[in-house]
């Protein structure tokens, strides 16, 4: 704890290059994985059919697998484990009138010869409205990005809300890069953790953005790479100490939250990691490339000083009956 305690300043900006060029291949990375591979679209999203099947013995998958390769409705199911080794899920791509009327009453029919079993879940979404939600998704990331970009330049400078907007996209593009390297089935769970990243990397990137402008204001310092590793190394405590203790929960999540959390687990632990090394090394680093001028800055801040001490004026004169 005395590390948290230390007033030392690191040099993050001397070595930013570095920690940009490694988010730079991990950026491109995950778009080239985005666009060769693609996403694991669930069927909330692509559409078809979720039945959730429980045996009273270790499910025989070869089994299953080789009953429903038989029937020309079912002869590209996709079946896997669900938690435990009695659970199976299979996947089916189609939704049709013959599917989703008995779909519970013909498995079981076709799955009898497979063993003791109970139908858990049956899950159905049509084409179409799986792609309204994905078209609603990507609206929902588009626009929480556009409303962020508002905020931050209002409450700060158009730098920062640059800087906060590219450091938010690095964070998302990654993890959307890792959730499709392992093959991660994207639902509206994953869109839900996609958001709720947004939020996290943008409160700590509030916060450092926050502690560089109080140095701005309070600092006679000109230079702003050494404002910058000032506000960070002050911020550093609080960005590990609240990562680490979200991290220790979410990888708990992951490991014992069982199969129906774990895709949200795994995206949230993959975004934690990415968005607490951005918050340190990568949005500050932006707001340095992108040439933040210091004495503009505070021309700009003392210029609304005055306009506020003259509006104060006035007001003061006015109720006195002077204006």
Do not use: C
């Amino acid at each position: 704890m005395e590390i948290f305690k230390s007033n030392k300043v690191y040099n993050f900006m001397g070595s930013r290059l570095p920690f940009l060029g490694l988010s730079s291949i991990l950026f491109i990375a995950s778009i080239v994985l985005l666009i060769t591979k693609g996403l694991n679209f669930g069927i909330d999203f692509a559409g078809g059919t979720i039945v959730q099947v429980k045996y009273e013995k270790v499910a025989p998958i070869s089994d299953i697998r080789h009953v429903l390769a038989k029937k020309p409705k079912y002869e590209n199911a996709i079946i896997s484990k669900f938690g435990s080794d009695k659970e199976v899920v299979i996947r089916l791509s189609g939704t049709s009138s013959d599917l989703s009327t008995d779909i519970s009453d013909r498995i079981t029919k076709v799955l009898a010869p497979t063993g003791k079993f109970e139908i858990r879940r049956v899950d159905i979404v049509g084409p179409k409205v799986g792609g309204e939600l994905r078209e609603k998704g990507i609206m929902a990331l588009t626009l929480s990005i556009i409303v962020i970009l508002i905020y931050v330049s209002f409450r700060f400078e158009w730098r920062f809300a640059i800087a906060s907007i590219l450091a938010l996209i690095h964070d998302i593009t990654i993890a959307m890069g890792a959730i499709s390297l392992f093959s991660v089935e994207v639902n509206l769970d994953i869109l839900a953790a996609l958001l709720t990243l947004l939020g996290y990397s943008l409160n700590d990137t509030i916060i450092v953005f926050d502690r560089i402008r109080e140095g701005i204001q309070t600092s006679k310092e000109t230079i702003i790479e050494k404002i910058v590793n000032e506000s960070v190394s002050k911020t550093l405590s609080r960005t590990t100490l609240t990562s680490l203790t979200t991290f220790f929960v979410v990888v708990t999540l992951f490991a014992f939250g069982g199969e129906i959390i774990h895709g949200f687990a795994f995206t949230l632990v993959v975004g934690i990691i990415v968005g607490t090394y951005s918050s340190i090394f990568i949005a500050a680093s932006f707001l340095v490339q992108l040439k933040f001028s210091i004495l503009g800055f505070r021309a700009k801040e003392a210029e609304k000083v005055k306009r506020q001490k003259e509006k104060e004026r006035m007001r003061a004169m006015y109720e006195k009956g002077t204006v």
